[in-house]
């Protein structure tokens, strides 16, 4: 298990350094400089920026100086917002994505799972089929529009909901919300199918014939096995949720980090692009290895392999 | 040659006992033409003498007198908030969604089947090799790279533009909506066949055990046959229902990056711009939102339920049930 965990994780530090090298080209490559402006610059102050920032070297000496700093913990300095650590501003908006995007999985989750259940339970019944063309309408309506619609048919008429600000947990709801929707119906059709398979096995008829309560049978039995392809999706879908949430951030105006990002994209900041990439890789490293510890605590049979 | 041929007639007669996989096939067949062709039979001729110019509006034709119309016989749907008709935007905007959804799946098949099948053909360290290089690929935050991807390419299709248009004298706004697109095509497909190249490869190893391919070693074909002639036929079927799936999730991603203004752009317009521009207009006129997002969400619905149909009539082993 050990031995498991720290070839993962060796294998995630090898994918991490892909993932800086491949933004570290790719931002050079726009045609662009982060230092020239629409403003008119004097020449002699963009030459002085481009030593501070260490652009006059040469790109593979960059490249190392840029190594070098992100084995201290340091993501360098901002290139468009003056002054300010990429760091700094991670860590300023970075809560507010990771809030929006688990309180969205927390609420797929609790929408999926139990819908994909009872639909499996009652297979080919109108709650069945009602649950599955929900999980359609979810997975085929865009976010932005959910978003607006919410917003409007909601939050005007309920009095402690707002249409958009990031003040207090209440304020959560609505963006989270939309945000897990689709999600939520993804885990459902997942969940849907696992279940349905494993309520087929032979186990489960002997745990009914032995006289055990349905729901013994169905929660501790069943789902045990049912859940493991949810499971799998969960981690990369989290990772997808609170690196991809740009979209709600806009429309409910939350102060995350997806602002930041394109704003950098399109002032060619450096330093930004590639902190909030290196930033989102790591997250889903660890998200695809935690799904996996957690398919390898529920089903046996994947501990002892490799 | 047969089998495969009676494979598909198979396929096609359980697809047509699913009436919800037939109707959205309709319903898709409609927005198509209505995407595609009218715009065309719009503009064939002068206005004066086609006798078509009440069908399909100029979209971008802009009339500040006339904003915010309701439906009416000169502008079906009405207009929006820089009085352009909106059912012509619609269709124009179609044009581009649909399109991006199609070419996209296509990229990420030519390139997905390829590296997958040969990955799989070939086996051992090279097959290792390669499929380490997609779980890499699938390690990287897809969004932030296709905006970066984009960004970069498009930056590039400048000199395109002006090779295109000065010095090979092609149509000026031909080139400039074409070359606008390619940056987003590329993006997309370059970076979405993972998933693809996966099950390709998959599939491949399967059909490599089959007796028919050992009868085609044993009679000497080359590998390119063998290949093309035995292993990617019959890997197919998962192949076509997953691509299925994919478009309607290429739609959606080009309205995403659209509606954060970095899909496509003027004089370019999408069903992510519509519904971007709409969602602003949402509370003084409503209609703005709410028609493309239907045209938007039926299409999607139709894509997704032809795409299960699909799999029930082509992969009847992985049916949902």
Redesign the interface.
């Known amino acids: 298990m050990l031995k498991t965990l720290i070839s993962r994780l060796g294998q995630g530090v090898v994918v991490i350094f892909f993932l800086i090298s491949i933004t570290f080209v790719l931002v050079r490559l726009m045609p662009g400089d982060p230092l020239t402006d629409e403003k008119a610059v004097p020449e002699h102050v963009i030459e002085k920026n481009r030593a501070y920032y260490k652009l006059d070297q040469p790109k593979v000496v960059q490249f190392g100086y840029y190594l070098g700093n992100i084995a201290q913990g340091d993501l360098g300095p901002s290139m468009s917002k003056e002054g300010r650590q990429v760091l700094e501003i991670i860590e300023y908006s970075f809560p507010a994505s990771l809030i929006l995007g688990t309180t969205g999985m927390l609420i797929a989750l609790c929408i999926g799972i139990p819908a994909g259940i009872l639909s499996a339970l009652r297979k080919n019944s109108w709650i069945d089929f009602g649950t599955m063309v929900f999980a359609m309408i979810g997975i085929s309506i865009p976010s932005f529009v959910i978003g607006p619609l919410l917003a409007s048919g909601i939050a005007s008429k309920v009095p402690f909901l707002k249409v958009a600000g990031w003040g207090d947990p209440l304020d959560w709801l609505l963006p989270a919300i939309t945000l897990g929707l689709a999600t939520a119906a993804y885990i459902a059709r997942i969940t849907r199918g696992g279940m349905l398979e494993t309520l087929n096995q032979d186990y489960i008829r002997t745990a009914r014939a032995k006289g055990l309560r349905e729901s013994t049978v169905v929660l501790k039995h069943a789902l045990r096995g049912g859940i493991i392809p949810a499971i799998a999706y969960i981690g990369p879908a989290f990772a997808a949720l609170v690196s991809g949430s740009f979209i709600i951030e806009t429309i409910f105006q939350v102060p995350g980090l997806g602002q930041h990002f394109i704003n950098g994209a399109l002032a060619r900041d450096y330093n930004l692009i590639q902190g909030v990439v290196i930033l989102f890789g790591i997250l889903i490293v660890l998200a695809n290895l935690l799904a996996d510890l957690a398919l390898a605590a529920i089903n046996p049979r994947l501990r002892n392999q490799s | 040659m047969s089998t495969s041929h009676s494979l598909y007639q198979d396929a096609w007669l359980r697809l047509r006992r699913n009436s919800m996989a037939i109707v959205s096939l309709g319903i898709l067949t409609v927005i198509f033409l209505l995407c595609f062709a009218l715009p065309f039979i719009g503009s064939i001729g002068t206005p004066e003498n086609s006798g078509f110019e009440h069908w399909f509006k100029d979209p971008n034709h802009q009339d500040l007198n006339k904003t915010f119309l309701p439906a009416s016989a000169e502008h079906w749907l009405g207009t929006d908030q820089s009085g352009r008709d909106i059912f012509a935007r619609l269709l124009y905007g179609g044009q581009i969604s649909l399109l991006v959804g199609l070419v996209a799946t296509s990229f990420s098949l030519i390139i997905g089947i390829s590296y997958g099948s040969i990955a799989g053909y070939v086996g051992g360290r090279t097959d290792a090799l390669m499929m380490r290089f997609v ?2 690929l699938y ?7 296709v ?3 984009s ?2 390419i498009s ?2 299709m400048e000199s395109l533009t002006t090779l295109l248009r000065d010095d090979w004298g092609w149509n000026a706004g031909f080139v400039t909506r074409f070359t606008n697109l390619i940056p987003l095509f590329v993006a997309i497909g370059s970076l979405g066949w993972l998933t693809m190249a996966r099950m390709a490869r998959a599939q491949t190893l399967n059909i490599k055990k089959q007796e028919y391919v050992e009868a085609a070693v044993s009679l000497g074909l080359s590998h390119r046959q063998i290949l093309t002639r035995h292993i990617l036929p019959n890997m197919m079927g998962p192949i076509i229902v997953y691509a299925t799936l994919t478009v ?1 999730g290429f739609i ?1 991603f080009e ?2 990056l659209s ?4 899909g496509v752009s003027s004089p370019n317009s999408s069903w ?1 711009i519509l ?2 521009d709409g ?1 602003n207009y ?2 003084t006129a409503p209609q703005l ?1 709410i028609i493309p ?1 239907v045209l ?2 039926i299409t ?2 139709a894509l ?2 032809l795409g299960d149909g699909l799999r029930d009539a082509l992969d009847p082993k992985a049916a ?2």
């Open positions: 779980d890499i390690g990287l935050p897809f969004l932030v790279l905006i970066l991807f960004l970069l930056e590039y309607p959606l309205a995403s509606y954060l203004g970095l992510g519904l971007k969602a949402m509370e939102l997002s938007f969400s999607l619905f997704n339920f949902k049930d």
